[in-house]
């Protein structure tokens, strides 16, 4: 049999059977200093042209907060990876994309996919193993669009609730967030006992996802909670408080870390090579790619803006600290430009590049997209599914947060009666899908209103009262239908408009909407329930707070209001606790466990149950 000539022999770096590092090697020694350079560039899908994929070889996509395919059904963002899969397959190497994107709570971009509790609600319930579940959903809805990477977990741990990220954090509790990284296992799989420490892992092509720890590192402790501020501390306190849940996440092979636009004593993390390159990269053991934040470098250089030299500077500094892959996320033909021209004049050396690229082609081939580059069809239907609701219902449930319960502890409030002849339902998130499942939803400050299926609070109330009940409802009573009486109880549902990021930084925490005084004009008349819906603690008066007969934190729920209702009527007790310090006023903070003054209204891992165990 004639053997083929050696010019038409398969490549090492596409036989599957080779090891990843032999591949890695053979295919790096293949790239010119263009290819390599592009490998590096992560771009937004509204650049992703068939010029940028095919001729320039880009080595990732996203989708920045909010940009979507179409009418973002699961259909719409498989059809639209895979036509940026075919044009990257037919590049001069053939090297496949990664598709990044913000699966945060669930696959949240997505029309009609499950929407799970954000972080802060999942801190509150504890359960690790429950962080797993969540994992292996997310991952098969996220593969089910063709996506083979979401930005999750933040591992943040956030010590200031007036940060704008507070509800992306776990805790202000180091050991709560260590505890819920088991996230990445879910996403990512279970690295076998033998699995070499901070190398990158992916179990199932079919099933799983690769994960992104993020935002390296003390993004959760800056100064006065300013979202991309300074954090100002010693190196011994950010490794206790914010570097140990990175630990956790290399331990489990998580492939991906992200960089925090913020600062550390007044240095960036974007540029600073001693946390990058010899802490993460050296002391931790981290063997996949780290990439930059949104736009992350440009910063480099503010307050000036990034051109010319200014950019070149800004690559400069983040590529020789430890960058090894930008988000840029719009100029890629500008950022491959400069970069070719810093090595080629000696200010960023090849042995970086060759590093950098090196980490992302491993991260590739174990991510099994040079096998396996398309969606699967038969995942579709598994986006949204009652099982996948189910799951986030559970975890509503195990978030939910008693905060009171009754006026005296002889005489508790909860669980509401069911058999009951009327009752009142008020408050701006009563009967609201967007405001129930905050910022990261469908838009990246999410919205109002029915932006994607699930059950609103009310909803869930109207489903478990009796036939015979009557439920009034009003966004917001008025003093006319409380003044009708007969009400054996009001359930009043206030908290945050959505928000995302520096968006969400606030130095007021009082309950929007005029929320107090919502509360305190039904609580005076009709026996009161709240429910704040919110990202972070909010203010409660100590005169609201006493009016009122029980108090529920329901955090930021999601798309399945159901599990709210399992806990107000009984079917299962509340078993969260506090993630955070809710503090008595904004004055005190910031305000964390082990403070000398800690005096808050209610302390971390505070939380009642309504039955006796």
Partial sequence: MATAAHGDAMPLYKDASAPVETRVRDLLGRMTLREKAAQMAQIERTVASARALAELGAGSVLNGGGSAPGDRSPACWTGMVDGMQRLALSSRLGVPILYGTDAVHGHNNVYGATVFP???????????????????????????????????????VCRDPRWGRCYE??????????????????????????????YPFLASVREKVLACAKHFVGDGGTDKGINEGNTICSYDDLERIHIAPYLDCTAQGVATVMAS????????????????????KGKLGFKGFVISDWEGID???????????????????????????????????????????????????????????????????ISGVFEHPFSDPSLLDIVGCKEHRLLAREAVRKSMVLLKNGKNQREPFLPLATNVKRILVTGTHADDIGLQCGGWTVGWNGDSGKITPGASILEAIKESMGVQTEVVYEACA?????????????????????YAESAGDRSDLSIPFNGSDLITRVASTIPTLVI????RPLDIETQVLEKIDALVAAWIPGTEGMGIADCLFGHHDFVGTLPVTWH????????????????????????LKMFEK
């Fill in 118 to 156: 954000h972080n802060v609600g999942l801190g509150a319930a504890r359960d690790p193993e429950l962080l797993r579940r969540i994992g292996v959903a997310t991952a098969l809805e996220v593969r089910a669009t063709g996506i083979h990477w979401t930005f999750a977990p933040c591992v943040a």
């Fill in 169 to 198: 954090s776990y805790s202000e509790d180091m050991e709560v967030v260590r505890s819920l990284t088991t996230i990445v296992t879910g996403l990512q799989g279970q690295p076998p006992a033998d699995h070499p420490h901070g």
């Fill in 261 to 280: 636009h913020s600062k550390w004593n007044g240095e960036r993390l974007h540029s600073c090579r001693h946390l990058l390159t010899d802490v993460l």
């Fill in 299 to 365: 910063k480099l250089c503010e307050p000036r803006v990034a051109q010319g030299s200014d950019y070149q500077y800004c690559i400069k500094q983040s590529v020789n600290a430890g960058m090894d892959m930008i988000m840029i996320p719009y100029r890629f033909e500008e950022f491959l430009e400069d970069l070719v021209f810093l090595v080629e004049t000696g200010e960023i050396p090849m042995s970086r590049i060759d590093d950098a690229v090196e980490r992302i082609l491993r991260v590739k081939f």
């Fill in 478 to 498: 008025t003093e006319a239908t409380i003044a009708t009486g007969e009400f054996s109880y009001a359930v009043v549902v206030v908290g945050e408009v959505p």
């Fill in 532 to 535: 704040v819906v919110s990202g």
């Fill in 584 to 607: 008595g006023s904004v004055d005190q903070l910031p305000l964390n466990a082990g403070d000398a003054n800690y005096d808050p209204l209610f302390p971390v891992g505070y939380g």
